[in-house]
């Protein structure tokens, strides 16, 4: 057992494993590992480490499962998971729901278009002989030929079209938008609006943070299981490759109107030109 149950148990308080009460639901390649690891610096908070799919591919094992699969907390933790695909999975609002309706939502969105080039950038890690974006991101694999919204790295960031579903289980209240675009340049300010969402102390702040200039990307100083400072994994932060500018024109006109109704749906406009 770890030293610090060992402890909890020694000072006669014993930590329990509790279903989340917050979701990180998405979206993929957003910054969602950046926010979890972020907001875990918080000491009322707990998080399970890695995705648990719960929502997704591991619904028939039952809540009991899911449960076992979470830290352990003491009264007044809050219980945490990063599972992105469960913004896109169609039974997982109504899963969420049956869970506990009360359950908050975190959502961080990033612009589609960069979203897409990153979603790609990692499935190509993984498969090297993927074809190149360009052909891909078009029906007929040609430039005159219409965006292909069957290709999931598009289809994903047609963002109100999952929200619409998750909107019919949950009111808007019971979600936060973070901009991942925010999340980088300014992270304390988003961190700022998770914790009081969440409606804990405001303890995660600039103080945490630094800018590493080689990765391009805010570190922290030291958080949970890291006494020194440390950046996000190498496969957070990568470098994308060079796209056409014609085909990144063709593709904001392809979002534009996607991204307006999401700005209506949500009341936040996150900027993307
Ligand atoms: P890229 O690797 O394309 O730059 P997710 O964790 O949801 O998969 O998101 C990955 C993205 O998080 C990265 O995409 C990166 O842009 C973004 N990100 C945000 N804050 C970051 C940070 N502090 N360090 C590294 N990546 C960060």
Not at 64 to 76: D, I, K, N, S, V
Not at 232 to 250: A, E, M, S
Request: glycine share 6%.
């Amino acid at each position: 057992i770890s030293p610090k149950y060992k402890f909890f148990r020694e000072q006669g308080l014993r930590p329990m494993r509790q279903l989340p009460s917050a979701l990180i639901i998405g979206v993929k390649k957003g910054g969602t590992r950046a926010l979890l690891e972020f907001i875990r610096i918080h000491p009322d908070v707990r998080a399970a480490g890695s995705e648990v799919h719960f929502f997704d591919k591991n619904y028939p094992r039952g809540f009991q499962w899911y449960r076992q699969r979470m830290p352990p907390t003491l009264e007044g933790q809050l219980t945490i998971e990063k599972t992105p695909s469960y913004f896109i999975t169609k039974e997982a609002p109504r899963r969420v729901q049956h869970m506990n309706p009360s359950t908050k939502l975190l959502v961080v969105v990033r612009d589609p278009v960069t979203r897409a080039i990153s979603d790609y950038t990692q499935a190509v890690s993984k498969k090297p002989d993927m074809k190149p974006f360009e052909q891909l991101v078009f029906l007929n694999s040609s430039i005159g030929s219409i965006v292909d919204t069957s290709w999931g790295p598009v289809k994903l960031g047609i963002y109100s079209r999952y929200l619409a579903r998750w909107l019919k289980y949950f009111p808007l209240s019971q979600f936060l938008f973070i901009s991942g675009e925010r999340l980088v340049v300014d992270p304390a300010v988003e961190l700022k609006r998770v914790q009081d969402f969440l409606g804990l102390k405001r303890v995660v702040s600039e103080r945490h943070f630094y800018f590493n200039s080689t990765k391009g990307f805010p570190c922290l100083f030291k958080s949970e299981g890291h006494s020194t400072p440390h950046c996000l994994g190498k496969t957070k932060g990568r470098n994308h490759p060079y796209i056409d500018p014609i085909i990144v024109q063709r593709l904001r006109d392809f979002y534009r109107p996607f991204n307006i109704r999401f700005y209506q749906m949500t009341g936040i406009n996150f900027g993307w030109a």
